[in-house]
């Protein structure tokens, strides 16, 4: 199953793609479908990581940038993290990585698979704390400039979708960088 699907029901009506993403649900209930494009977005995350060696996933974007695919790996564990264990079910957990909530800081121990696990884990993590919860529950965002605002689930994956969209079209440029693979 890739990473953020969202039910058993999600993978058995999701027709997939020839490099195996989701296509997300064009019609149908408001939840599944917000799940379905989350999936998609997830997916096409890993799919940019696909093919290269350590070197060529630490290669930084273009100065004086250090973006790299494998700290957009990182970032979005953190992401995943934040949004829906911190804000969304209130809990206190520490940063996934060392060194600060970004995730973007590489370490010379930490490759592609432990990144990548790291990161599923944190989708499954979400994944629990919202089944069977509504898209109208809400939590409250803790800190930075929009602390104590409330927001609903809806709005979470909403934005969610929007983080990963945006970090996908990074990973575009940094991908094409590296080995001039361009595409979805």
Not at 78 to 98: H, I, K, M, S, T
Not at 127 to 138: K, Q, V, Y
């Amino acid at each position: 199953m890739l990473p953020g699907m969202a039910t058993d029901t999600y993978q058995a009506q999701t027709q997939s793609l020839p490099d195996g993403r989701p296509v997300p649900f064009m019609t149908g209930p408001e939840r599944p479908m917000l799940e379905s494009w989350l999936a998609f977005h997830r997916a096409t995350l890993e799919s940019k990581c696909a093919g290269l060696d350590d070197e060529q996933l630490r290669l930084a974007s273009a100065e004086p940038s250090e973006l790299t695919l494998l700290g957009l790996v990182q970032h979005l564990a953190e992401v995943e993290r934040n949004w829906f264990q911190r804000v969304f079910a209130g809990l206190d957990v520490p940063p996934v990585y060392e060194g600060g909530a970004s995730g973007y800081a590489l370490v010379p121990e930490r490759g592609l698979d432990e990144a990548l696990a790291d990161w599923r884990r944190e989708i499954a993590r979400g994944r629990e704390l919202c089944a069977g919860r509504s898209l109208d529950d809400t939590g409250r965002i803790a800190d930075g400039p929009m602390a104590g605002l409330e927001v609903s689930l809806r709005w979470i994956l909403v934005h969610m979708i929007e983080e990963y969209a945006r970090h996908n079209g990074h990973a575009d440029i940094v991908r094409e960088r590296i080995d001039g693979v361009t595409g979805a």
